[in-house]
């Protein structure tokens, strides 16, 4: 394992950015519903797989089956941040680390204590009601006894603030990410297959000589990198972080 190059390269880079996605969370028991088991499983009980059921017009047309599987499948709020998420705070505690971008919605970067975190596809923790726009915790969505839940001032539907898919990403946090991504001399992807888009064609703004992939699979994209780890990402940042 290239732990020791790992960490030279992060003394000596000025501005480090990661860029991590659901792997990140499997190592909290948080299971990624686009795995192979995932898609079994949810075709299994739903009749269609998880990006129908995560999309747009299905919330839209079945809310109750939306939210039947997203409080079941997508809302972990027990879990607990793993040895990647505690390094990666260390190192932006330490000036190494300048910013967080994730494509994952469960909040355990922050609750890790990073304090830049770009959130590509929202949020469970923030939640709006469509007619009203009143915000809702995650609590109040938890605890709504129906079938999906409704706002307590107009009665209409409350929608987590998350990306599904047929939506667009938030521009801002784009546009956020894609600067920190322009700036970095050093980047660290993590976790992530770099399979889905648009999310994952942010690596092509990155125009340094500091690419550094880890992930259990190979991606599309290690060929062009400069580290390639093929290993458990909370092993090999708590690995990194103890080393510095």
Known sequence: MDIKKLTDMLLNSRYVVFFGGAGVSTESNI?????????????RNY???????????FFIAKPEIFYDFYKNQMIYSDA???????????MEQKGILK????QNIDGLHQAAGSREVLELHGS???????????????????????????????????RPDVTLYEESLNM???????????KADMLIVGG????????????????????????KSSTPYDS??????????????????NSI
Do not use: W
């Open 99 to 102: 910013a967080v971008i994730t």
């Open 172 to 182: 801002r946090i784009l546009n956020k990410s894609v600067s920190h991504i322009g």
């Open 80 to 90: 607990k941040p793993n040895n990647a998420h505690i390094a990666l705070a260390k």
């Open 224 to 241: 062009r990198a400069n580290i390639v780890i093929h290993d458990s990402i909370g092993k090999v940042l708590g690995s990194v972080i």
């Open 31 to 43: 299971p990624d519903f686009r795995s192979e088991s995932g898609i079994y499983s949810t075709i």
């Open 124 to 158: 469970i923790y923030r939640n709006y009601c469509m007619k009203c726009q009143k915000k809702h915790d995650l609590e109040y969505v938890i605890s709504c006894s129906g079938a999906y839940p409704v706002c307590d001032k107009c009665d209409g539907i409350v």
């Open 192 to 215: 992530t297959s770099l399979a889905v888009y648009p999310a994952a064609g942010l690596i092509d703004y990155y125009r340094g000589n500091r690419l550094v992939l880890i992930n």
């Open 47 to 57: 009749g269609c797989p998880p990006e129908e059921i995560l999309s747009h017009s």
